[in-house]
T-cell receptor
Framework: NAGVTQTPKFQVLKTGQSMTLQCAQD?????MSWYRQDPGMGLRLIHY???????DQGEVPNGYNVSRSTTEDFPLRLLSAAPSQTSVYFC???????????FGDGTRLSIL | TQLLEQSPQFLSIQEGENLTVYCNSS?????LQWYRQEPGEGPVLLVT?????EVKKLKRLTFQFGDARKDSSLHITAAQPGDTGLYLC?????????FGDGTTLTVKP
C-alpha cells in the first residue's frame, strides 16, 4: 500500500516558469489537501478538496491552482513561479474528515 | 486567522528524562491532532483528540485536550533517542486546519 505519493521529490525552477506538483493516493480517500512548510514554521493550507470535482481555497492560495478530476489525484499548479514560493510542499489525504491523516514525503521546490 | 502557539520551540534533553510540550490558542477547536515529523519526511499522525478534557495514551506518550478545547499538551515519559523529531499540533474547525510552528525535540543518548 503506497499511501500518498508525491512527485517530484526535488525541483529547481526559474522565476516565471510554471510547473505541476503531482499527488496521488491509493486509499480511496475523499479529502485531499496541499500544504507548504517554510523553515521554522508549521504547515499552511494552500488548497483542499472534499471529493472529485470539488476544491476550495485554504490560507495561502495565491499563485496556485488545483483541480480534482479523480478521487486518486490532486495536482498543484504553480502558474508563474516566484522566489517566495520556495518551500517544501506536502500533500495529505483523509477518509472522511478535514483532518489530514496521511502525508506524502514532500516536494522540495527552489525558485531562483 | 486562528493561531496555535507551541512551546517550547526547541527542547534538548537526556535519554530517560520526562518532558511536556504545549499547544495553546485563543480559539476553540472541534478537534486537535498531534504529529511527529522527521527530517526529509512528511508528518505522521500520532493522535486525534475531540472531547474537552480528553486524555489519550500511546505507549510513553500522553495527550490531553483542554476542557475548553483551546489548548493541548503532549507529555513524554522516559524519553528515548527515537523520540527525536519535530512535534506539530493542528487544530481543526469549520473545515479548516491550523498548524502550530512545532517543537523540535532532541533526545541525547
Amino acid at each position: 500500500n503506497a499511501g500518498v505519493t508525491q512527485t517530484p521529490k526535488f525541483q529547481v525552477l526559474k522565476t516565471g516558469q510554471s510547473m505541476t506538483l503531482q499527488c496521488a493516493q491509493d486509499m480511496n480517500h475523499e479529502y485531499m489537501s496541499w500544504y507548504r512548510q517554510d523553515p521554522g514554521m508549521g504547515l499552511r493550507l494552500i488548497h483542499y478538496s472534499v471529493g472529485a470535482g470539488i476544491t476550495d481555497q485554504g490560507e495561502v492560495p495565491n499563485g496556485y491552482n488545483v483541480s480534482r478530476s479523480t478521487t486518486e489525484d490532486f495536482p498543484l499548479r504553480l502558474l508563474s513561479a516566484a522566489p517566495s514560493q520556495t518551500s517544501v510542499y506536502f500533500c495529505a489525504s483523509s477518509p472522511v474528515t478535514y483532518q489530514p491523516q496521511h502525508f506524502g514525503d514532500g516536494t522540495r521546490l527552489s525558485i531562483l | 486567522t486562528q493561531l496555535l502557539e507551541q512551546s517550547p520551540q526547541f527542547l534538548s534533553i537526556q535519554e530517560g528524562e520526562n518532558l511536556t510540550v504545549y499547544c495553546n490558542s485563543s480559539s476553540v477547536f472541534s478537534s486537535l491532532q498531534w504529529y511527529r515529523q522527521e527530517p526529509g519526511e512528511g508528518p505522521v499522525l500520532l493522535v486525534t483528540v475531540v472531547t474537552g478534557g480528553e486524555v489519550k495514551k500511546l505507549k510513553r506518550l500522553t495527550f490531553q485536550f483542554g476542557d475548553a478545547r483551546k489548548d493541548s499538551s503532549l507529555h513524554i515519559t522516559a524519553a528515548q533517542p527515537g523520540d527525536t523529531g519535530l512535534y506539530l499540533c493542528a487544530g481543526h474547525t469549520a473545515g479548516k486546519s491550523t498548524f502550530g510552528d512545532g517543537t523540535t525535540l532532541t533526545v541525547k543518548p
